[in-house]
């Protein structure tokens, strides 16, 4: 597709349950990201991939969150045991090449409610 | 690690005027710094960005600066329009980092 594509746009979760969130990068991208966005605040970066390397992590809230991307493309963010704290926009993006000033795209975002 | 911080938080003109949202930021190393726009219920949306090198980038009703010397960079829109109104973010990315950092936002509403 010409955009990065998120699924689900809306997610409501049980307290408790498992969840998958997917991401489609722009297709050939190198560098792919995750990062959560809280109501009426920034993104804040969660982790980062450069092809199915996933080089740092260092953003993930705790060992909760896991993300993969296996082939170097399509990536999953999986969130365990979600809690209330969990419940906010999960916003997938990617970059064509690596290093400073490459435009980063971003996705529609997957909004993650947990109740 | 890196700081940005943005203001203001909201800002409100009328139809026609200029806006400006101005952010600072912490680590000196950074050098890429994008602006996104971000509609109600969709992802940021990149409408400008700047690199270390220059000093100013204009893109039609749109403009960036940045001061390296005193670590901000701001975004100008002139003659704004009621598809102006938004919440903007700025960001800084540093070399070797692939991260971006950004600031808390500021909702732009244009007034008709």
């Known amino acids: 597709g010409a955009g990065v594509s998120q699924s689900p746009r809306y997610k409501v979760a049980k307290r408790g349950q498992d969840v998958a969130l997917r991401c489609d990068p722009i297709?050939?991208?190198?560098?792919l990201f995750w990062y959560q966005q809280a109501l009426g605040q920034g993104p804040e970066f969660l982790t980062y991939?450069?092809?199915?390397?996933?080089?740092?992590k260092s953003g993930l809230p705790s060992d909760r969150f896991f993300a993969e991307r296996p082939e170097g493309s399509v990536s999953t963010l999986k969130i365990q045991r979600t809690q209330q704290e969990d419940s906010a926009v999960y916003l997938c993006?990617?970059?064509?090449?690596?290093?400073?000033?490459?435009?980063?795209?971003f996705g529609e975002g997957s909004w993650l409610t947990v109740v | 690690g890196e700081n940005v911080e943005q203001h203001p938080s909201t800002l409100s003109v009328q139809e026609g005027d200029s806006a400006v949202i101005k952010c600072t930021y912490s680590?000196?190393?950074?050098?890429?710094f994008p602006w996104y726009k971000q509609e109600l219920g969709k992802g940021p949306q990149l409408i400008i960005d700047?690199?270390?090198?220059?000093g100013e980038k204009k893109d039609q009703r749109i403009a960036v600066t940045l001061n390296k010397t005193a670590k901000h960079f701001s975004l100008h829109i002139t003659e704004t329009q009621p598809e102006d109104s938004a919440v903007y973010f700025c960001?800084?990315?540093?070399?070797?980092?692939?991260?971006?950092?950004f600031g808390t936002g500021t909702r732009l509403t244009i007034i008709p």
């Open positions: 993006a990617s970059s064509a090449l690596v290093g400073a000033g490459n435009t980063i795209y």
């Open positions: 297709s050939g991208h190198v560098s």
């Open positions: 991939f450069q092809n199915e390397a996933q080089l740092d």
């Open positions: 680590d000196s190393a950074s050098n890429y």
């Open positions: 700047i690199r270390s090198n220059v």
């Open positions: 960001a800084a990315k540093d070399f070797g980092n692939e991260k971006l950092t």
